[in-house]
């Protein structure tokens, strides 16, 4: 057989893993945790005899409508509400607070729940907007503090966090919500958090946000995004009890107190820039139980319109996923080269020059991945004939990680919002 052909067959062994040995990192069924009584959470996988239905409404196996309110009282609830603080850092967010803040403050919590927002170092108005919001909707009780610069050995995001936890852990709450300013939530969704970790006892409960999918840009490359991620990170593995592979997605976080400051949280990873998987793998390493899934009514309102905008949002972080390591960039890039561009190659190989076992061998490579693909479109409602689009998609990605090195090495590193950090620290290993 040719070159071609041997790289294609290399690459559908890969498929072949990565369909049935990757904890089915491409199924979209990790959802809040089913509730004793069979039914779901924040729209699951429904329970034994129920249906579930997409726009949020449960029916029985009659047909009968058991969509959940906010305020139902379920007799599976927790029977003592614990007291929760949401932790907001906020660095110039003046475009999306008014689509993201008013959700919180409209949050229907039966228990005790207060919102503190840092202001880090805004030049937008962020703080001042966020007060404004609050007199306008009203709910839930609002705190605004500034955050000042990060002392050396913080980034940014994660120096806010500390102020607005200290502040929260004068009022004692029993959880915290960690969630970002450009996320917005269904009025029930701190009640289905609560409710999915004391059910199950968990410390930690995450939900990837559903990510803004309007422009054709963010069509094409959001969605791989997630895809990627689980792929990296597969929720099955993440959630099953005692895993090693540790996740979290940042803009959703429920995290109990008392496992925070076991972790020693947010200081234990003050350097991090992947500070939603650092914070997963301190948690569990202090013997912590967490989860992590999709949201299907928790969504980021945040735009990315052109292709900068994406491709600034992943370069930034893409060579610490790699620990700033030479010899890892060499081989994600050519294992990504293998995986994704090969398959159409070799079929135009086969079609164009008449490589026939080339071309059969890229052909099933490419029907497997582009299978594996679709139920991520079908999560964000997307159409599937984006899905053979993929291989295009993923060398963007692969492009973007080695930009992402290279800006690293050139003394820019990490750039967010006007700061740059230059050689920040990786996730610790898990």
Known sequence: MSTVAWIAVGSLAAWGWLL?????????????????DGTAGEDGTPGEGSRYDGDGSRYDGQGRDRRRRPDDADHDDPKRWPSVAVVVPARDEAAVLPESLPSLLAQVYPGRAEIFLV???????????????SARYGGLPLTVATSGEPEPGWTGKLWALRQGI????????????????????????????????????????????????VSAWEKLVV???????????????????????????GGCVLLRTEAAERARVPESIRQ???????????????????????????DSV?????????????????????????????LTVAGLAVVYPAPPVAL?????????????????????????????????????????????????????????AVRHHRGRGAAWKGRTY?????????
């Open 20 to 36: 049935l040995g990757q904890g089915f990192f491409w199924r979209t069924d990790q959802r809040l945790p089913a509730r004793e």
């Open 119 to 133: 202001d880090d170092g805004s030049e937008d108005g962020t703080g001042r907007l966020a007060r404004e919001l």
């Open 166 to 213: 200290a502040l929260a852990r004068a009022h004692a709450p029993e959880y915290l919500l960690l969630t970002d300013a450009d996320i917005a939530h269904e009025p029930d969704s701190l009640r289905e958090l609560v409710v999915a970790a004391r059910t199950h006892d968990l410390d930690l409960v995450s939900q990837m946000a559903r990510l803004r999918v």
């Open 223 to 249: 969605p791989a995004f997630v895809y990627f991620f689980s792929q990296l990170y597969p929720f099955r593995w993440i959630n099953s009890p005692g895993a090693r592979t540790t996740a979290a997605a």
């Open 422 to 430: 230059t050689r920040p620290e990786t996730a610790p290993d898990p």
């Open 348 to 404: 135009c190989a086969g079609v164009f020059g008449g490589d026939t076992a080339a071309g059969w061998l890229g052909f099933a490579a490419w029907a497997v991945m582009t299978g594996t693909y679709l139920p991520i479109l079908r999560y964000y409602r997307l159409s599937p004939w984006l899905a053979p689009l993929l291989p295009f998609t993923a060398t963007l990605y692969l492009l973007m990680t080695v930009d992402s």
């Open 272 to 298: 991090a820039v992947i500070d939603d998987v650092s914070l997963a793998r301190a948690v569990r390493h202090s013997g912590g139980r967490i989860w992590l899934g999709l949201a299907e009514r928790v």
């Open 302 to 330: 945040r735009p990315y319109p052109r292709l900068a905008d994406l491709w600034r949002m992943v370069s930034r972080s893409a060579y610490a996923q790699l620990r700033h390591n030479p010899l890892l960039l060499v």
